[in-house]
Protein backbone atom coordinates (compact mmCIF):
# COMPACT_ATOMS: atom_id res chain seq x y z
CA UNK A 1 0.00 0.00 0.00
CA UNK A 2 1.21 3.21 -0.36
CA UNK A 3 0.44 6.63 1.79
CA UNK A 4 1.60 10.22 1.46
CA UNK A 5 4.21 9.24 -1.10
CA UNK A 6 5.89 6.47 0.31
CA UNK A 7 5.33 2.70 0.39
CA UNK A 8 3.36 0.66 4.25
CA UNK A 9 4.23 -3.37 3.58
CA UNK A 10 1.88 -4.62 6.03
CA UNK A 11 3.47 -7.35 7.41
CA UNK A 12 1.71 -8.96 10.50
CA UNK A 13 -1.66 -8.35 12.18
CA UNK A 14 -2.47 -9.43 15.62
CA UNK A 15 -5.45 -8.21 18.38
CA UNK A 16 -4.97 -4.57 17.74
CA UNK A 17 -1.18 -3.97 16.45
CA UNK A 18 -0.32 -3.78 13.14
CA UNK A 19 3.10 -4.62 12.24
CA UNK A 20 4.62 -2.79 9.08
CA UNK A 21 7.37 -1.82 7.05
CA UNK A 22 8.35 2.19 5.74
CA UNK A 23 10.42 3.14 3.42
CA UNK A 24 10.11 6.74 1.96
CA UNK A 25 7.52 9.14 3.64
CA UNK A 26 4.76 7.52 4.83
CA UNK A 27 1.95 9.40 6.08
CA UNK A 28 -1.21 7.40 6.73
CA UNK A 29 -0.20 4.28 8.83
CA UNK A 30 -2.57 3.08 11.65
CA UNK A 31 -1.43 3.12 15.30
CA UNK A 32 0.58 -0.27 16.67
CA UNK A 33 4.30 -1.32 16.91
CA UNK A 34 5.46 -0.72 13.39
CA UNK A 35 8.55 -2.21 11.98
CA UNK A 36 10.63 0.95 10.49
CA UNK A 37 13.82 0.10 8.28
CA UNK A 38 13.49 -3.43 9.91
CA UNK A 39 13.45 -2.04 13.63
CA UNK A 40 9.92 -3.12 15.32
CA UNK A 41 8.70 0.60 17.31
CA UNK A 42 5.61 0.62 19.30
CA UNK A 43 4.30 3.54 17.75
CA UNK A 44 0.47 4.40 19.03
CA UNK A 45 -0.57 6.73 16.12
CA UNK A 46 -0.64 7.66 12.73
CA UNK A 47 2.74 8.08 11.24
CA UNK A 48 3.65 11.18 9.24
CA UNK A 49 6.78 13.45 8.06
CA UNK A 50 7.26 16.25 10.03
CA UNK A 51 7.30 19.19 6.91
CA UNK A 52 10.54 21.07 9.06
CA UNK A 53 12.44 19.02 10.31
CA UNK A 54 12.22 15.66 7.65
CA UNK A 55 11.70 13.50 11.28
CA UNK A 56 9.29 10.87 11.52
CA UNK A 57 6.63 11.78 14.01
CA UNK A 58 3.72 10.33 15.95
CA UNK A 59 -0.05 11.86 15.74
CA UNK A 60 -2.12 9.97 18.57
CA UNK A 61 -5.48 8.91 17.80
CA UNK A 62 -7.69 8.79 21.21
CA UNK A 63 -9.40 5.17 21.51
CA UNK A 64 -12.67 5.44 20.99
CA UNK A 65 -15.05 3.58 23.95
CA UNK A 66 -18.50 2.48 23.20
CA UNK A 67 -19.08 -0.45 25.01
CA UNK A 68 -20.03 1.35 28.28
CA UNK A 69 -22.82 -1.25 29.39
CA UNK A 70 -20.09 -3.69 29.65
CA UNK A 71 -18.52 -1.14 32.33
CA UNK A 72 -17.46 2.57 32.35
CA UNK A 73 -14.59 4.69 33.02
CA UNK A 74 -14.40 5.77 36.57
CA UNK A 75 -15.06 9.57 37.12
CA UNK A 76 -11.96 11.31 38.27
CA UNK A 77 -14.33 13.14 40.76
CA UNK A 78 -14.82 9.34 42.24
CA UNK A 79 -11.27 8.80 42.14
CA UNK A 80 -10.33 11.56 44.29
CA UNK A 81 -13.28 11.03 46.30
CA UNK A 82 -11.86 7.68 47.65
CA UNK A 83 -8.39 7.73 47.84
CA UNK A 84 -8.33 9.17 51.25
CA UNK A 85 -10.23 6.01 52.26
CA UNK A 86 -7.00 3.87 51.78
CA UNK A 87 -5.42 6.34 53.65
CA UNK A 88 -6.19 8.55 56.38
CA UNK A 89 -9.93 8.01 56.84
CA UNK A 90 -8.75 3.82 56.79
CA UNK A 91 -10.87 3.09 60.25
CA UNK A 92 -13.56 0.16 60.42
CA UNK A 93 -16.94 1.94 60.32
CA UNK A 94 -18.12 -0.33 62.57
CA UNK A 95 -15.62 0.80 65.43
CA UNK A 96 -16.25 3.25 68.59
CA UNK A 97 -13.58 5.51 68.35
CA UNK A 98 -13.40 8.81 65.96
CA UNK A 99 -11.20 7.30 63.14
CA UNK A 100 -14.33 4.47 62.87
CA UNK A 101 -17.21 7.29 63.18
CA UNK A 102 -15.87 9.38 60.39
CA UNK A 103 -15.76 6.51 58.20
CA UNK A 104 -19.26 5.51 58.95
CA UNK A 105 -20.68 8.90 58.71
CA UNK A 106 -18.81 8.41 55.03
CA UNK A 107 -21.07 5.21 54.32
CA UNK A 108 -23.89 6.82 55.93
CA UNK A 109 -23.66 9.82 53.20
CA UNK A 110 -23.28 7.32 50.51
CA UNK A 111 -26.04 5.80 51.09
CA UNK A 112 -28.24 9.26 50.89
CA UNK A 113 -26.77 9.86 47.82
CA UNK A 114 -27.99 6.64 46.07
CA UNK A 115 -31.38 7.22 47.93
CA UNK A 116 -31.66 10.02 46.02
CA UNK A 117 -30.67 8.41 43.06
CA UNK A 118 -33.15 5.67 42.84
CA UNK A 119 -35.72 7.33 44.78
CA UNK A 120 -35.93 5.04 47.96
CA UNK A 121 -37.92 6.30 50.60
CA UNK A 122 -35.71 5.62 53.21
CA UNK A 123 -32.19 5.86 53.42
CA UNK A 124 -31.89 2.19 55.38
CA UNK A 125 -33.31 0.96 52.16
CA UNK A 126 -30.05 0.44 50.39
CA UNK A 127 -27.77 -2.83 51.13
CA UNK A 128 -24.04 -2.25 50.16
CA UNK A 129 -23.44 -5.42 48.14
CA UNK A 130 -20.04 -6.72 46.07
CA UNK A 131 -22.24 -6.03 42.65
CA UNK A 132 -25.19 -6.82 40.75
CA UNK A 133 -24.64 -10.28 40.40
CA UNK A 134 -24.69 -10.70 44.42
CA UNK A 135 -27.45 -8.13 44.76
CA UNK A 136 -29.42 -10.32 42.15
CA UNK A 137 -28.73 -13.98 44.30
CA UNK A 138 -29.54 -12.05 47.85
CA UNK A 139 -32.75 -11.00 46.18
CA UNK A 140 -33.84 -14.02 44.61
CA UNK A 141 -33.14 -16.53 47.50
CA UNK A 142 -34.25 -14.24 50.60
CA UNK A 143 -37.70 -14.54 48.39
CA UNK A 144 -37.35 -18.30 48.39
CA UNK A 145 -36.08 -18.54 51.90
CA UNK A 146 -38.75 -16.22 53.51
CA UNK A 147 -41.82 -17.70 51.48
CA UNK A 148 -41.06 -21.77 51.46
CA UNK A 149 -44.63 -22.67 50.63
CA UNK A 150 -43.93 -20.88 47.60
CA UNK A 151 -41.89 -22.46 45.28
CA UNK A 152 -42.01 -20.83 41.81
CA UNK A 153 -40.26 -17.78 39.91
CA UNK A 154 -41.04 -15.61 37.36
CA UNK A 155 -38.15 -14.48 35.08
CA UNK A 156 -38.02 -13.40 31.53
CA UNK A 157 -35.86 -14.78 28.66
CA UNK A 158 -33.80 -12.16 28.67
CA UNK A 159 -32.88 -11.81 31.81
CA UNK A 160 -28.76 -11.73 32.46
CA UNK A 161 -27.14 -14.34 33.17
CA UNK A 162 -27.11 -13.74 37.26
CA UNK A 163 -30.33 -13.99 36.96
CA UNK A 164 -31.02 -17.12 34.72
CA UNK A 165 -28.14 -19.21 36.08
CA UNK A 166 -29.07 -19.23 38.91
CA UNK A 167 -32.60 -19.98 38.39
CA UNK A 168 -31.45 -22.88 36.31
CA UNK A 169 -29.50 -24.06 39.33
CA UNK A 170 -32.60 -23.91 41.84
CA UNK A 171 -34.73 -25.72 39.27
CA UNK A 172 -32.00 -28.96 39.40
CA UNK A 173 -31.09 -28.70 43.29
CA UNK A 174 -34.41 -27.43 44.80
CA UNK A 175 -36.92 -28.36 42.36
CA UNK A 176 -38.11 -24.74 41.59
CA UNK A 177 -40.01 -24.20 38.52
CA UNK A 178 -39.29 -21.48 36.68
CA UNK A 179 -41.32 -19.62 34.35
CA UNK A 180 -39.12 -17.32 31.69
CA UNK A 181 -41.62 -15.44 29.84
CA UNK A 182 -40.61 -14.68 26.02
CA UNK A 183 -40.05 -11.56 24.36
CA UNK A 184 -41.35 -10.30 20.73
CA UNK A 185 -39.12 -10.13 17.78
CA UNK A 186 -38.47 -6.06 19.46
CA UNK A 187 -37.19 -7.49 22.73
CA UNK A 188 -41.08 -6.61 24.33
CA UNK A 189 -42.24 -8.85 26.85
CA UNK A 190 -44.88 -11.23 26.24
CA UNK A 191 -47.54 -9.51 28.77
CA UNK A 192 -50.43 -12.32 28.42
CA UNK A 193 -47.94 -15.16 29.02
CA UNK A 194 -46.91 -12.99 31.91
CA UNK A 195 -49.97 -12.88 34.15
CA UNK A 196 -50.63 -16.47 32.71
CA UNK A 197 -47.32 -17.40 35.11
CA UNK A 198 -48.81 -15.29 38.00
CA UNK A 199 -50.24 -17.42 40.42
CA UNK A 200 -50.28 -17.60 44.26
CA UNK A 201 -47.35 -20.35 44.18
CA UNK A 202 -44.86 -17.41 42.95
CA UNK A 203 -42.53 -16.73 45.69
CA UNK A 204 -40.74 -13.90 43.25
CA UNK A 205 -40.76 -12.07 40.02
CA UNK A 206 -37.65 -11.06 38.25
CA UNK A 207 -37.90 -8.92 35.49
CA UNK A 208 -34.68 -6.24 34.46
CA UNK A 209 -35.55 -3.05 34.13
CA UNK A 210 -33.69 -2.52 30.48
CA UNK A 211 -31.68 -5.17 28.76
CA UNK A 212 -28.37 -5.28 28.71
CA UNK A 213 -27.81 -6.14 24.68
CA UNK A 214 -30.90 -4.48 23.33
CA UNK A 215 -31.66 -1.65 25.55
CA UNK A 216 -35.24 -2.08 25.97
CA UNK A 217 -36.64 -1.11 28.78
CA UNK A 218 -39.68 -3.18 30.51
CA UNK A 219 -42.70 -1.93 32.19
CA UNK A 220 -41.19 -2.28 35.82
CA UNK A 221 -43.88 -0.62 38.04
CA UNK A 222 -47.26 -2.26 36.26
CA UNK A 223 -45.38 -5.42 36.28
CA UNK A 224 -44.68 -5.14 39.79
CA UNK A 225 -48.55 -4.03 40.79
CA UNK A 226 -49.47 -7.18 38.47
CA UNK A 227 -47.00 -9.46 40.63
CA UNK A 228 -48.81 -7.90 44.25
CA UNK A 229 -52.05 -9.18 42.86
CA UNK A 230 -51.19 -12.78 43.59
CA UNK A 231 -48.79 -12.02 46.90
CA UNK A 232 -45.58 -11.98 44.74
CA UNK A 233 -42.12 -10.17 45.59
CA UNK A 234 -41.07 -8.11 43.05
CA UNK A 235 -37.19 -7.68 42.04
CA UNK A 236 -35.67 -6.09 39.03
CA UNK A 237 -31.70 -6.10 37.64
CA UNK A 238 -31.74 -2.35 36.77
CA UNK A 239 -28.04 -2.58 36.93
CA UNK A 240 -28.31 -1.18 33.63
CA UNK A 241 -31.24 2.04 34.12
CA UNK A 242 -29.57 3.31 37.04
CA UNK A 243 -28.16 6.46 36.13
CA UNK A 244 -29.51 6.50 32.86
CA UNK A 245 -33.23 6.58 33.73
CA UNK A 246 -35.09 8.84 36.55
CA UNK A 247 -36.79 6.72 39.24
CA UNK A 248 -38.81 7.23 41.78
CA UNK A 249 -38.94 3.55 43.79
CA UNK A 250 -41.57 5.26 46.84
CA UNK A 251 -44.43 5.45 44.36
CA UNK A 252 -43.90 2.25 42.70
CA UNK A 253 -44.51 -1.74 44.31
CA UNK A 254 -40.88 -2.81 43.56
CA UNK A 255 -39.86 -4.66 46.43
CA UNK A 256 -36.01 -4.71 45.42
CA UNK A 257 -33.68 -3.38 42.72
CA UNK A 258 -29.99 -4.41 42.17
CA UNK A 259 -27.28 -1.85 40.76
CA UNK A 260 -23.97 -1.68 40.54
CA UNK A 261 -21.20 0.87 40.68
CA UNK A 262 -18.64 -0.01 38.08
CA UNK A 263 -21.78 1.05 35.15
CA UNK A 264 -22.13 4.10 36.54
CA UNK A 265 -18.61 5.54 36.83
CA UNK A 266 -18.21 3.86 39.76
CA UNK A 267 -15.75 1.25 40.96
CA UNK A 268 -16.01 -2.21 40.29
CA UNK A 269 -16.88 -4.89 43.16
CA UNK A 270 -19.07 -2.25 44.59
CA UNK A 271 -23.10 -2.41 44.08
CA UNK A 272 -26.54 -2.26 46.38
CA UNK A 273 -29.43 -4.10 46.46
CA UNK A 274 -32.64 -1.83 47.39
CA UNK A 275 -35.32 -3.53 50.15
CA UNK A 276 -38.55 -1.76 50.75
CA UNK A 277 -38.85 -1.40 54.04
CA UNK A 278 -41.39 -4.32 55.51
CA UNK A 279 -40.32 -6.70 53.30
CA UNK A 280 -39.23 -9.83 55.06
CA UNK A 281 -35.79 -9.79 54.23
CA UNK A 282 -33.34 -13.10 54.62
CA UNK A 283 -29.56 -11.97 54.48
CA UNK A 284 -27.28 -14.61 51.80
CA UNK A 285 -24.16 -13.61 53.75
CA UNK A 286 -23.95 -14.72 57.60
CA UNK A 287 -21.46 -13.14 59.95
CA UNK A 288 -21.49 -9.72 61.67
CA UNK A 289 -24.29 -7.05 61.93
CA UNK A 290 -22.72 -4.89 58.93
CA UNK A 291 -25.67 -3.58 57.16
CA UNK A 292 -28.69 -3.47 59.71
CA UNK A 293 -27.96 -7.19 59.24
CA UNK A 294 -28.91 -7.70 55.72
CA UNK A 295 -24.75 -8.16 54.52
CA UNK A 296 -22.30 -9.43 56.68
CA UNK A 297 -18.63 -8.48 56.51
CA UNK A 298 -16.60 -5.51 56.71
CA UNK A 299 -17.70 -2.93 54.43
CA UNK A 300 -15.40 -1.78 51.77
CA UNK A 301 -15.63 1.92 52.27
CA UNK A 302 -14.13 3.25 49.53
CA UNK A 303 -16.04 1.18 47.35
CA UNK A 304 -19.49 2.32 48.68
CA UNK A 305 -17.73 5.99 49.28
CA UNK A 306 -17.44 6.02 45.25
CA UNK A 307 -20.37 4.74 44.25
CA UNK A 308 -22.07 7.43 46.51
CA UNK A 309 -19.82 10.16 44.83
CA UNK A 310 -20.84 8.16 40.95
CA UNK A 311 -24.46 8.27 42.10
CA UNK A 312 -24.81 12.32 42.96
CA UNK A 313 -23.17 12.60 39.53
CA UNK A 314 -25.26 10.63 37.70
CA UNK A 315 -28.07 12.55 38.93
CA UNK A 316 -26.38 15.67 38.26
CA UNK A 317 -25.67 14.78 34.62
CA UNK A 318 -29.48 13.05 34.04
CA UNK A 319 -30.29 15.03 31.83
CA UNK A 320 -27.20 14.81 29.51
CA UNK A 321 -27.91 10.80 29.45
CA UNK A 322 -31.56 11.70 28.71
CA UNK A 323 -30.98 13.97 26.19
CA UNK A 324 -27.28 15.05 24.19
CA UNK A 325 -25.87 11.20 24.57
CA UNK A 326 -29.46 10.16 23.32
CA UNK A 327 -28.79 12.34 20.62
CA UNK A 328 -25.03 10.66 19.79
CA UNK A 329 -26.93 7.63 19.66
CA UNK A 330 -29.44 8.42 16.89
CA UNK A 331 -27.21 10.07 15.29
CA UNK A 332 -25.04 6.91 15.12
CA UNK A 333 -27.78 5.11 13.88
CA UNK A 334 -28.75 7.31 11.55
CA UNK A 335 -25.32 7.26 10.11
CA UNK A 336 -24.96 3.50 10.23
CA UNK A 337 -28.25 2.91 8.62
CA UNK A 338 -27.52 5.54 5.37
CA UNK A 339 -24.43 4.66 5.01
CA UNK A 340 -24.62 0.55 5.11
CA UNK A 341 -27.00 -1.06 3.28
CA UNK A 342 -28.88 -4.12 4.85
CA UNK A 343 -29.24 -2.97 8.29
CA UNK A 344 -31.36 -2.43 11.24
CA UNK A 345 -31.33 -1.31 14.93
CA UNK A 346 -32.11 -4.11 16.94
CA UNK A 347 -35.00 -3.91 19.54
CA UNK A 348 -37.88 -1.54 20.68
CA UNK A 349 -37.04 2.08 18.66
CA UNK A 350 -39.27 3.89 21.27
CA UNK A 351 -38.71 1.93 24.56
CA UNK A 352 -35.08 1.89 24.99
CA UNK A 353 -32.59 2.95 26.91
CA UNK A 354 -31.21 6.56 25.63
CA UNK A 355 -27.20 5.28 25.12
CA UNK A 356 -27.43 2.11 23.24
CA UNK A 357 -27.67 0.57 19.74
CA UNK A 358 -27.92 -2.36 18.68
CA UNK A 359 -27.56 -2.75 15.36
CA UNK A 360 -28.35 -6.05 12.97
CA UNK A 361 -25.78 -6.65 9.84
CA UNK A 362 -26.73 -9.23 7.49
CA UNK A 363 -23.81 -11.40 5.60
CA UNK A 364 -21.48 -10.37 8.17
CA UNK A 365 -19.72 -12.87 10.73
CA UNK A 366 -20.79 -12.48 14.25
CA UNK A 367 -17.36 -11.58 15.45
CA UNK A 368 -15.97 -9.70 12.83
CA UNK A 369 -16.92 -6.10 13.01
CA UNK A 370 -15.68 -5.49 16.76
CA UNK A 371 -12.62 -7.19 16.16
CA UNK A 372 -11.90 -5.23 13.15
CA UNK A 373 -13.02 -2.01 15.18
CA UNK A 374 -10.82 -2.53 18.36
CA UNK A 375 -7.89 -3.13 15.55
CA UNK A 376 -8.97 0.73 15.18
CA UNK A 377 -8.90 1.68 17.97
CA UNK A 378 -12.62 1.84 18.54
CA UNK A 379 -14.05 -0.37 21.25
CA UNK A 380 -17.99 -2.04 21.45
CA UNK A 381 -18.60 -5.36 21.97
CA UNK A 382 -20.72 -8.32 19.30
CA UNK A 383 -24.12 -10.67 19.99
CA UNK A 384 -25.62 -12.89 17.29
CA UNK A 385 -27.75 -15.74 17.14
CA UNK A 386 -25.17 -17.96 17.20
CA UNK A 387 -21.96 -16.91 17.87
CA UNK A 388 -19.48 -17.71 15.45
CA UNK A 389 -16.48 -20.00 16.17
CA UNK A 390 -17.68 -20.24 19.95
CA UNK A 391 -21.02 -21.22 19.02
CA UNK A 392 -22.43 -19.80 22.06
CA UNK A 393 -25.51 -18.10 21.53
CA UNK A 394 -26.54 -14.65 22.48
CA UNK A 395 -29.71 -16.09 24.73
CA UNK A 396 -31.15 -12.42 23.80
CA UNK A 397 -30.87 -12.12 20.27
CA UNK A 398 -32.03 -16.12 20.15
CA UNK A 399 -35.12 -15.06 22.22
CA UNK A 400 -35.50 -12.35 19.50
CA UNK A 401 -35.23 -14.35 16.86
CA UNK A 402 -32.68 -12.07 15.16
CA UNK A 403 -30.84 -14.10 13.06
CA UNK A 404 -28.10 -11.93 12.11
CA UNK A 405 -24.85 -10.62 13.33
CA UNK A 406 -25.45 -7.80 15.81
CA UNK A 407 -22.88 -4.59 17.13
CA UNK A 408 -23.84 -3.29 20.91
CA UNK A 409 -22.63 0.75 20.90
CA UNK A 410 -23.17 1.83 24.42
CA UNK A 411 -22.51 5.30 25.02
CA UNK A 412 -21.83 7.74 28.18
CA UNK A 413 -21.24 11.02 29.08
CA UNK A 414 -17.75 10.76 27.92
CA UNK A 415 -18.53 10.58 24.26
CA UNK A 416 -18.44 13.24 22.05
CA UNK A 417 -19.64 13.77 18.35
CA UNK A 418 -16.05 12.83 17.07
CA UNK A 419 -16.67 9.52 18.28
CA UNK A 420 -19.25 8.76 16.66
CA UNK A 421 -17.39 10.47 13.43
CA UNK A 422 -14.62 8.36 13.54
CA UNK A 423 -16.93 5.20 13.87
CA UNK A 424 -19.29 6.21 10.65
CA UNK A 425 -15.61 6.99 8.74
CA UNK A 426 -14.85 2.99 9.27
CA UNK A 427 -17.77 1.28 9.64
CA UNK A 428 -18.53 1.35 5.97
CA UNK A 429 -15.26 -0.49 4.73
CA UNK A 430 -15.50 -2.68 7.66
CA UNK A 431 -18.68 -4.47 6.53
CA UNK A 432 -18.03 -4.32 2.87
CA UNK A 433 -14.93 -5.88 3.66
CA UNK A 434 -16.32 -8.53 5.86
CA UNK A 435 -18.63 -9.56 3.61
CA UNK A 436 -16.48 -9.75 0.39
CA UNK A 437 -14.83 -12.81 2.75
CA UNK A 438 -17.64 -15.66 3.15
CA UNK A 439 -18.00 -17.77 5.27
CA UNK A 440 -19.69 -21.06 6.08
CA UNK A 441 -19.75 -20.54 10.13
CA UNK A 442 -22.40 -20.43 12.21
CA UNK A 443 -22.58 -16.53 12.43
CA UNK A 444 -23.17 -16.56 8.63
CA UNK A 445 -26.31 -16.54 8.45
CA UNK A 446 -29.23 -17.51 10.71
CA UNK A 447 -28.85 -20.25 13.18
CA UNK A 448 -30.49 -23.45 14.11
CA UNK A 449 -33.97 -22.63 16.07
CA UNK A 450 -33.73 -19.51 14.82
CA UNK A 451 -36.01 -18.14 12.57
CA UNK A 452 -34.39 -16.42 9.23
CA UNK A 453 -35.39 -12.93 7.79
CA UNK A 454 -33.90 -9.85 6.18
CA UNK A 455 -33.24 -6.54 7.90
CA UNK A 456 -35.77 -3.90 6.62
CA UNK A 457 -32.94 -2.42 5.75
CA UNK A 458 -32.18 1.45 6.45
CA UNK A 459 -35.18 0.66 8.91
CA UNK A 460 -35.11 1.47 12.82
CA UNK A 461 -36.56 -2.05 13.35
CA UNK A 462 -35.65 -5.47 11.77
CA UNK A 463 -38.83 -6.83 12.78
CA UNK A 464 -41.83 -7.42 10.76
CA UNK A 465 -44.41 -7.56 13.17
Known amino acids: MRAGGGDCELVHVEADRVYVKLSGVCAGCQFGPIIINGMR ?17 IAPMKPVYLDNNATTRVDPEVVQAMLPFFTDKFGNPSSAHALGASVSAAVRKARRQLQALIGAEFDDEITFTSGGTESDNAALLSALE ?48 YMAALTPQVAIVSIMWANNETGVIFPVARLAELAKEVGALFHTDAV ?7 MDLKSTAIDML ?43 TPGIVGLG ?37 TGDPLQRLPNT ?109
Open 41 to 57: QRLNGAVSRSRHSGKLR
Open 146 to 193: AAPNRTEIVTSAVEHPAVLTLCAHLEKTRRVKVHRIPVDCRGRLDLDA
Open 240 to 246: QAVGKLP
Open 258 to 300: SLSGHKLHGPKGIGALFVKRGVNFHSLIKGGHQEHNRRAGTEN
Open 309 to 345: TAAELALKFMDDETTRVKSLRDRLEDGILQRIPSTCV
Open 357 to 465: ANISFEHVESDGIPLLLSRMGIACSSGSACTSGSLDPSHVLSAMKTPHAAVRFSLARDNGEEDVDRVLEVMPGIVEKLRDFPSSGPGRQSAEGVQSGTCLSGSRTGCRS
